[in-house]
């Protein structure tokens, strides 16, 4: 029996009783009228709650940076933990976690871990979007997604048609969303920039996009993502929005720690100013919850944090955070059940006072978020 199998049987248990805590008491009492779902792909754990990792910033063969180690170490590191992940992830440290709560901090006694075998982007995505974990997804070049997303029903619902909205860097997104069938609006990939849009400031941004040498394959780099994301907000203001940004993952891939450290810290500051434009949006003002997370964690030590997978341990570990109207200050949660990536699909869901399990059954439930346990 695999790891994550096990696992499953062990979470079944808990669940009986973390869905009584999960549901909220009324979707008429809830506040939350939009979600947003942010998704730092292969962002790990370890980063999140102890920031710069001591063997990787202060070792340059392991960490492979190219920026001077006294240099790197005088942007990121702090001897004291806290004061460490709060250099790196500022806004996730100094608002989501005293407004909201936090999961997966595996020395406070709280474990996020996905569920299915494989321990990749793709069959991630779909256990985060879907609520299942899919054995027969098991690469990245699946193909267009069999399952339905809970964005796919929630755009279904008269109350949220046409107000669902998909953008990021990876342009899987249309497949593992399922673009044929859900008409979902997805922006990734190349199609992340409208090419009909005439605008100086889209042409210029496409120009960039075209003369910039990428990570990988067409995927434009995050910054563009979040450029694109802001014109959205403010041209369409949707209910419900996935949000993925894939560069952490790339630069882990190629090795370099110094890159990666800015690039958590860049995505720390979009989130921040997603989170300060929509509050200035009347219709998001103190309305909005955001869940934020990762598709999948990485190995440790010095060579296995570039990668993840079943042949790095550690890669099924995970963090998920979430802050809105209708979820309690609790800050990082602490000495509770293992909680599960496939829980996030119901969550989004249920923070709108929707029952995703009503239409899939076998989805996880929600995070136990709403009360105070
Ligand atoms: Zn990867």
Not at 105 to 117: K, M, Y
Not at 292 to 307: A, F, K
Not at 343 to 359: E, K, Y
């Amino acid at each position: 029996m695999r790891l994550s199998v096990r696992l499953a049987v062990r979470l079944s248990g808990w669940w009986v009783l973390a869905c009584c805590l999960a549901l909220p008491a009324l979707a008429q009492e809830l506040k939350t009228k939009n979600v947003v779902l942010i998704v730092l792909d292969g962002l790990r754990w370890q980063e999140v709650f102890t920031g710069a990792d001591p063997l990787l910033i202060s070792n340059e063969k392991a960490g492979g940076s190219w920026t001077a180690l006294p240099k790197l170490k005088s942007q990121f590191w702090s001897d004291e933990v806290h004061a460490r992940r709060r250099i790196l992830m500022p806004f996730l440290w100094e608002t989501v976690a005293t407004h909201g709560q936090l999961f997966g901090n595996r020395r406070l006694g709280s474990q996020a871990v996905v569920t299915n075998p494989f321990w990749i982007s793709y069959p991630g995505y779909n256990e985060i979007t879907t609520g299942v974990a899919d054995r027969r997804i098991r690469t990245n070049e699946f193909g267009v997604n069999p399952n339905t997303t809970v964005f796919e029903w929630l755009n279904d619902l008269p109350d949220y048609h046409d107000q669902v909205e998909i953008v990021g860097n990876w342009a899987s997104f249309h497949d593992i969303f399922n673009e044929p069938r859900s008409h979902l609006l997805i922006r990734s990939g190349e199609t992340l920039l409208d090419p009909s849009a005439t605008l100086p400031a889209a042409r210029q941004l496409r120009e960039l996009y075209e003369t910039t040498t990428r990570l990988e394959d067409e995927d434009p780099m995050d910054s563009f993502v979040h450029l694109v994301l802001r014109d959205r907000l403010m041209e369409h203001h949707p209910r419900v929005l996935f949000v993925g940004y894939g560069d952490i993952d790339n630069w882990a891939h190629l090795g370099r720690y110094d890159a990666l450290l800015q690039t958590v810290q860049h995505a720390d500051a979009f989130i921040k100013d997603l989170w300060e434009q929509m509050q200035a949006i009347p219709q998001y003002r103190d309305q909005t919850t955001f869940i934020i997370t990762t598709d999948h964690g990485r190995g440790s030590g010095p060579l296995l944090w570039r990668e993840h997978g079943v042949k790095e341990p550690g890669s099924e570990n995970i963090w998920i955070a979430v802050m809105g109207p209708d979820t309690p200050a609790l800050g990082e949660r602490t000495h509770i059940a293992p909680v599960t990536q496939g829980q996030i699909a119901a969550t989004v869901a249920a923070v709108l006072g929707r029952d995703f399990r009503r239409f899939k059954p076998k989805a996880a439930p929600p995070l136990p978020i709403f009360k105070a346990p």
